[in-house]
């Protein structure tokens, strides 16, 4: 059972638009998500990250939206660029066990901006 | 520097070959992972080692071997391996790999194909 998901495999938006990348998680227990950028052939890159104490981070482009009650997350990247054109995974951590720092991965959605 | 380097960055080998896959990281973090991540499956943890013990094995096949001399660097040993062990891995570290909140930042990977 997938305990991270990202429901699109796929976003197109136009350069200057918002792109909204969406997450839902299942495990009540994460208190700690990232999102990471990759590009082929290349490693997850870090972007940004939100405690669960907090329901807004913002870097820059990139603002990272956390809704506990819903169980969702968001990634808002404005405006976008045609160099955002990457996967983007949405992972988590916490929990309990000794197993708090483990990330669990969504499977990523692949964002096209178009000049 | 940059952070965490991977070779090589491209492997082909045959099932009765043994090779090494190597992973440095230049951050002075104490943590380091192994990750496979397959065509349209999420990320999956092999291996995690803090102050160079193994604190997690993810049920992974023994034809794999990690190794970590020293906090900096970590081997992953790859002896009689199938088709199916064909991936992307990658290889991470974060600061401390016991608790929330900690960041993983990700090398390029390498990419295995075997034949």
């Known amino acids: 059972d997938q305990q991270v998901k990202q429901n699109s495999p796929s976003l197109s938006v136009q350069e200057g638009r918002i792109s909204i990348l969406n997450c839902d998680y299942t495990?009540?227990?994460?208190?700690?998500f990232l999102w990471y950028k990759k590009y082929p052939a290349e490693g997850p890159t870090f972007l940004i990250s939100i405690s669960s104490i907090k329901d807004k981070n913002e870097d820059g482009r990139f603002t990272v939206f956390l809704n506990k009650s819903a169980k969702h997350l968001s990634l808002h990247i404005v405006p976008s660029q045609p160099g955002d054109s990457a996967v983007y995974f949405c992972a988590a951590s916490g929990g309990s066990g000794g197993s708090n720092y483990k990330l669990t991965f969504g499977k990523g959605t692949l964002l096209t901006v178009n000049p | 520097e940059t952070g965490v380097t991977q070779t090589p960055r491209h492997l082909v080998m045959g099932m009765t070959n043994k090779k090494s896959l190597k992973c440095e990281q230049h951050?002075?973090?104490?943590?380091m992972y192994w990750y496979k991540q397959s065509a349209k499956k999420p990320l999956e943890l092999m291996f995690v080692?803090?102050?160079?013990?193994?604190?997690e094995n993810n049920s992974v096949p023994s034809r794999f071997s990690p190794e970590c001399p020293n906090s900096s660097h970590l081997f992953l040993h790859l002896h009689t391996l199938q088709p199916e062990d064909s991936a992307l891995y990658l290889c991470a570290s974060s600061q401390e790999g016991a608790s929330g909140g900690d960041t993983q930042y990700f090398g390029p990977g390498t990419r295995l194909t075997v034949l």
């Open positions: 080692y803090n102050f160079k013990e193994q604190t």
């Open positions: 495990n009540s227990m994460f208190d700690y």
């Open positions: 951050l002075g973090h104490n943590a």
